[in-house]
């Protein structure tokens, strides 16, 4: 049985890189002021920081389910930040940005709906089905958290050096000011707290078979 989901896991990282790699050839054929600048931004969103976490989660999950019965804890751990993460992106999209354009020069439909649809959704039946798991400790909740942290303190400081932000809602240009950033920042990191708390509770009930 790992060994399948071994094969599961290479397929669907696989369709994320594609995803990837398919979304940033496609905004290179654009006529681009500025390509440096533009491959930062590219990958300066949480969406795509997300996905290539991800997709190398997913890699390293296979080949533990290819050698070893169950995943170590360090992997467990870092698999639920990944799932964690993954969640909030597709909940943060799909609730707040599914109508907004953001700064892609041009978005491709079928990579958008992996990123910010399909590869949240599988994540979470990994982390629901995937056997072999191991429970994650309440007190890694912390950890879990920590590159959200870090991601907002770059954002919002690069965002102050070049007037560029990735999402519209961390703008401090929008109605509201710095005022209405924090409200939405407070309110995502809710979202990833709890989303958090909740993924460590599920490693935490009873593991699927191997």
């Excluded at 892609?104 to 979470?124: F, K």
């Excluded at 932000?165 to 005022?179: I, R, V």
Aim: charged share 5%.
């Amino acid at each position: 049985m790992r060994t399948v989901f071994g094969v599961l896991r290479i397929v669907a990282a696989g369709v994320i890189l594609t995803a990837i790699i398919a979304q940033l050839l496609h905004s290179l054929t654009f006529d681009l002021p500025d390509v440096s600048f533009f491959f930062a931004n590219f990958f300066s969103f949480f969406t795509i920081q997300s996905n290539v976490l991800a997709a190398v989660s997913l890699l390293v999950g296979a080949w533990y389910c290819f050698t070893q019965p169950k995943d170590p804890p360090w992997f467990s751990l870092a698999l639920a930040a990944t799932v964690t993460y993954m969640a909030t992106t597709g909940v943060v999209y799909n609730l707040l940005l599914r109508q907004v354009s953001l700064d892609q020069v041009s978005t491709l439909g079928w990579s958008n709906e992996i990123l910010h649809l399909v590869a949240p959704i599988y994540l979470m039946l990994v982390w629901l089905f995937s056997p072999g798991r191991t429970p994650v400790p309440w007190n890694r909740l912390g950890v879990i958290v920590v590159y959200p942290v870090v991601w907002s303190i770059y954002t919002m400081l690069r965002g102050a050096l070049t007037g560029w932000y990735p999402y519209p809602f961390l703008n401090p240009a929008q109605p509201g000011s710095y005022g209405a950033v924090v409200v939405y920042i407070l309110a995502i990191a809710s979202v990833i707290l709890l989303t958090g708390a909740g993924v460590v509770w599920l490693s935490r009930r009873r593991m699927p078979a191997t």
